[in-house]
């Protein structure tokens, strides 16, 4: 009898958890039949943060849709990729792309990564190693169906590294991408993101608005040597100083917007195959971002994606 009233007791204490829990957790979004609640855009804006600690900068509403956004993309690539990959399989290229990751935000090892993640409430380190086996296999799935269509001017590429000089200036920068919707007034829209870039900074507009990549890790894309930017992007470039922001600069559909992050000056090592290969390596991953974007927009359209 005393068994059975401790079982009730039991019973009763973990219905009244659950439904305690489910008062507070809302459906914010449906993505066919994928739901989203509060508490999935919660944690997934604790992890943006890690990834992008300047987002703490933003207000709670600004944190909140940007994790809504990233998730709705997320859900979307895992539901594409599990038509053609098993993402419970191991793999080494998400394992390698998770530990450079860590290593650029500053970790000594994982476990202070898996001790960051526990304090900030957010994913465990499992489901951090699915989010990378997700990026990776989707880079893979667009390598795949686009390899075909990628057109790199070796000769003009050689020519390039030719003339280089011996001591190449090199330049950190971060981007904006960002493209117009149908409706939307380019002036408008280019107004909106600069008063952004003047209230919260560069970075974390580019958080909000840009729709590469980057975009995570406030739109840091790395080290540039000057003579291997396009003519366009390199007088534009040119005249900044550290911190300043280019014009914005049509490419194809979209617009970019730079920031002048850094400058340095090395000298050049004279292999001529590894810097060549280094620079279609660059050419490449350039033509495969936007093949990835052109794909993602494509399969987009294929789901309903239902706001509460």
Do not use: C, H
């Not at 039991?10 to 989203?36: C, R």
């Not at 994790?67 to 290229?93: M, P, V, W, Y």
């Not at 991953?285 to 399969?299: A, C, T, V």
Request: no cysteine.
């Amino acid at each position: 009898m005393i068994k059975k009233k401790t079982f009730f007791l039991i019973l009763l204490i973990n219905l009244l958890a659950i439904n305690l829990s489910s008062s507070e957790v809302n459906i914010i979004l449906k993505i066919n039949n994928t739901i989203i609640t509060n508490y999935d855009i919660e944690r997934e804006g604790s992890y943006l943060k890690i990834l992008n600690p300047q987002l703490r900068n933003l207000s709670d509403n600004q944190v909140f849709e940007l994790a809504k956004e990233s998730l709705i993309k997320e859900i979307i690539k895992k539901n594409e990729l599990s038509r053609f990959f098993d993402l419970s399989e191991e793999n080494d290229f998400a394992n390698d792309y998770l530990n450079k990751i860590l290593i650029n935000l500053g970790y000594k090892d994982p476990i202070e990564f898996k001790n960051d993640l526990i304090k900030n409430n957010t994913y465990n380190f499992e489901e951090v190693q699915l989010k990378s086996k997700i990026e990776i296999f989707w880079n893979e799935l667009i390598y795949d169906r686009f390899k075909d269509q990628i057109n790199i001017n070796k000769e003009k590429i050689s020519k390039k590294i030719e003339d280089s000089p011996t001591k190449a200036k090199e330049l950190l920068l971060s981007e904006i991408i960002f493209r117009k919707g149908k409706e939307e007034n380019l002036d408008e829209l280019i107004k909106k993101i600069m008063q952004s870039i003047d209230e919260i900074g560069f970075n974390n507009t580019a958080n909000i608005y840009s729709i590469s990549s980057s975009s995570k890790f406030g739109g840091k894309i790395g080290w540039f040597k000057e003579e291997t930017l396009s003519r366009q992007i390199f007088e534009e470039v040119n005249r900044l100083k550290i911190n300043e922001i280019t014009n914005v600069i049509k490419i194809d559909n979209n617009f970019i917007i730079l920031k002048l992050e850094d400058i340095k000056f090395n000298l050049i090592e004279n292999d001529f195959n590894k810097e060549l290969q280094k620079q279609i390596n660059i050419e490449t991953n350039k033509q495969l971002e936007n093949y990835s974007k052109i794909y993602f927009n494509r399969i987009f359209t294929n789901y309903n994606i239902d706001e509460k």
